[in-house]
């Protein structure tokens, strides 16, 4: 047992592992330099695709403005133009003047006389009048009118004018109770004229039925039984 002790007592438990410092300083900094080129290099390529985002939007803008209005913006003189903000329109639309005609369409014809609903601001053609409203209240319409897609901030004194004339349209006169009670008396005059018709079309009714009752029967026949005809005695 001594001997066992002795040699337990003789192994080195002190061993520990050792790292190079300098080796895994240097791997670090090696690794900090490669993330930086790569966040550098990813940063530049987002750069890039906002750019050419960027002039790919323009040229789009720019071909819808020039097949629009027929002039480029880049090529427009002069500074740019403040449009008016959105107003409701002062007319009805017509929609149905032409519904139930019949038309000869030819390719030769204007655009003003081929089928479809014309508008006279954008010179173009609309097949159906869904789709008229929602050009006539687009932004391309509204543009070659001179007007933005924004609407006028109201003021405090035009609301309440507004609800001044609400209230005008609502009550256009003041309202008594003779003119109620005229009114009720109106109405009890039509329903009695309404009740002295339906009895009267009945009347009418149980006549013509007595009458055909009558005509069915044989003056012979009746002669020969006693009675002159089948007719109630009520009158």
Known sequence: MAQSSNNAGGVDNTFRRKFNREEYLERAREREEQEDEEGRFKSKCKLINLILFFFIFVYVYELEELKFTGVSLCAAKGPPVQRKPLKHRDFEVDLESRLGKTQVVTPIAPLSQQAGYYCGVCKCV??????????IN??????????????????????????????????????????????????????????????????????????????????????????????????
Do not use: C
């Not at 924004?150 to 256009?172: C, G, T, W, Y």
């Open 138 to 235: 687009g932004k391309k319409h509204q543009r070659a009118l001179g007007m933005s897609m924004r609407v006028e901030r109201a003021s405090l004194q035009q609301v309440q004018d507004r609800f001044e004339n609400l209230k005008k349209r609502k009550v256009p006169g003041t309202f008594t109770e003779q003119d109620l009670d005229e009114r009720i008396l109106k109405q009890q005059q039509e329903e009695e004229e309404r009740k002295r018709q339906r009895r009267e079309r009945k009347k009418e009714k149980k006549k013509e039925k007595v009458v055909e009752e009558e005509t069915e029967v044989d003056p012979d026949v009746a002669s020969m039984m006693g009675f002159g005809g089948f007719g109630t005695s009520k009158k």
């Open 126 to 135: 609309v097949k159906d009048s869904a789709n008229y409203l929602d050009h």
